[in-house]
């Protein structure tokens, strides 16, 4: 266990942050103060911290003081010093025989290095500021004389960017800096150590910690061991996804890949996209790029109301409509192909929020305009994909992973049947699986050639996904039938129930990652009804 020496100047809430949060498991072994009516005496009693205090007494001089603190801390066992508001700068009597010690700083260093840098940050008007915490080194000459320029000069550990607001006063901006940056920079730094990742280079005047450096990369499969994101807000939007809700977007300037944040609203006049439209609008989106053919999918609540490629975008738009056109009403469409007048006069014929594309024919984009309230969203070139990560805001942190950028093909395929699938069930089974990725969980996708026929989406049972995608394509789909149909499930199906309902419906064909205890159940089951079955050996989980 990693034990620590906090030296106090008044309330100590920092040491305080740290010992209730026992980053790395650390623990606080006394803390000392040079006040003696310092608050933080108090707050450690009441948390059973041994506490000492050595005040400056009259004609005592800085390193008369510090061999004093030395002498009362002696007695104590400890790994790591860490200042709070000690309003004393070290020198080297000190700092030569202790253990490392940090001290944080209200602002981002180097800038705002003196006693006020709330203040000094307010009247510079600048809109960021923060903490820093920095290793403690010595500022004072050989007589002990506080030499200004090195005060603060320790080669820093971390930062954490903290914003300014309009109206704030220095009590505000104080207090956000402390709660907002001091409460999350220090405990980190402190976990750092407590895990043996920082290499402290005194001489160098250099301070590493592997995974934290700009643009590197962890041990964790790549994963940062922290991560920083900025974004600005774009616009205030009406509201979030209920009325009662409030909501803007931010934008990443730095976003090199095609998005709806970027992409230009073309029909002026019309009203802005609403918090519901860019999250529907960029699942949409993220769906047609997984295809190099002409694609088209029309996008309901994030689920894909039906999706399909073809030889040209407008065949692409009417195979993905005809698989649940009532669904697609009030929809979102996504082409991964320039917009023409065919398509455009398709999409026109019944009523969608937005339609997004990498471009229009000018005759495209007089049909399109005329719908008054069917936004039109030039994405612009689609390109690569650039964005390793994707993240979700949890109450108390996010969640960070990888995107899911898996791409199967057909000799990825396990054919574990004794009925071998045909060319064309193949290929219908690789459209499946990269469309079924943008599938709520439970998913299940129903295709045939290289468009969707029913989606059964976000169930809380596998086999009830399968009802609802066989009851789509039975009474939603116009011209289609599950009859001769691809099944695709996103995860290994636990019983044979969901191969059952398969055959019920007519389906010939099964794509799915296998994995559950019951696999051999579940293939006999589909060498019963006739049909083929591969393995992927990969799930793909959509739960967002």
């Not at 934290?212 to 774009?234: M, Q, W």
Request: hydrophobic share 40%; aromatic share 6%.
């Amino acid at each position: 266990m990693t034990r620590l020496a906090g030296l106090a100047g008044n309330r100590g809430r920092n040491l305080m942050n740290i010992a209730d949060r026992a980053p790395g498991g650390v623990e606080l072994g006394v803390i000392l103060t040079n006040n003696p009516d310092a608050p933080v005496l108090e707050t450690a009693a009441e948390r059973d911290i041994p506490t000492e205090v050595v005040p400056l007494e009259d004609g005592m001089d800085r390193r008369a003081h510090e061999e004093a603190v030395n002498a009362a801390l002696e007695e104590y066992d400890y790994d790591l010093v860490c200042l709070d508001g000690y309003m004393r700068i070290l020198s080297d009597t000190f700092l030569d025989v202790q253990p490392t010690t940090l001290n944080v700083h209200p602002s981002l260093l180097p800038a705002f290095p003196g006693m006020d840098a709330w203040g000094d940050a307010l009247e510079a008007g600048v809109s960021v500021t923060g903490c820093t915490v920095h290793v403690v080194t010595d500022a004072t000459d050989e007589e002990g004389n506080v030499v200004e320029g090195e005060v603060d000069g320790g080669p820093i550990l971390t930062q954490e960017p903290v914003p300014i607001y309009d109206g704030d006063s220095a009590a505000d901006l104080k207090a956000r800096v402390l709660y907002d940056g001091e409460f999350r920079a220090y405990p980190r730094a402190v976990k750092w150590f407590a895990e043996g990742v920082v290499d402290v280079d005194l001489e160098a005047g250099e301070v590493s910690v592997p995974g934290d450096a700009s643009g590197s990369e962890s041990d964790d499969d790549g994963l940062p061991a922290r991560r920083l994101t900025s974004s600005d807000r774009l616009a205030t939007l009406r509201y979030g996804e209920n009325p009662h809700q409030n909501a803007a977007v931010y934008a990443d300037y730095t976003c090199e890949e095609a998005s709806v944040v970027h992409a230009d609203q073309l029909n002026e006049g019309a009203k802005a996209l609403s918090y519901n439209n860019y999250n529907d609008a960029d699942g949409a989106l993220n769906l047609i790029k997984e295809f190099d053919e002409p694609a088209a999918a029309v996008i309901k609540h994030t689920n894909p109301a039906g999706c399909a490629t073809a030889e040209t975008v407008a065949d692409a738009y009417d195979r993905a409509l005809s698989t649940d056109p009532m669904s697609a009403f009030g929809g979102i469409v996504a082409l991964n192909r320039e917009c023409d007048a065919e398509t455009a006069e398709a999409i026109t014929d019944s009523f969608k929020e937005v339609v997004v594309a990498p471009g229009y024919t000018d005759v495209a984009l007089e049909v399109l305009c005329e719908k008054k309230n069917l936004r039109v969203l030039d994405v612009g070139d689609l390109g690569a994909q650039t964005e390793r990560f994707t993240e979700k805001p949890i109450v108390g942190g996010r969640l960070v992973q990888e995107r899911d950028d898996q791409h199967v093909s057909v000799d990825d395929l396990e054919v574990v049947t004794e009925r071998e699938p045909t060319d064309e069930q193949l290929e219908s089974m690789v459209f499946a699986w990269q469309t079924l990725k943008h599938v709520k969980s439970n998913g299940i996708l129903f295709t045939k050639g290289t468009e969707t026929v029913g989606v059964g989406m976000g169930q809380v049972s596998r086999v009830d996904a399968v009802r609802l995608a066989a009851m789509k394509a039975e009474e939603h789909a116009e011209g289609k039938s599950a009859e001769g149909a691809v099944m695709a499930s996103d995860a290994f199906f636990p019983f044979p129930d969901g191969l059952e309902e398969a055959a019920k419906a007519g389906i010939e064909a099964v794509i799915q990652p296998g994995g559950s205890v019951n696999d051999d159940d579940v293939i006999e089951a589909a060498d019963e009804h006739g049909m083929t079955m591969v393995f992927t050996g990969q799930r793909s989980f959509r739960h967002d």
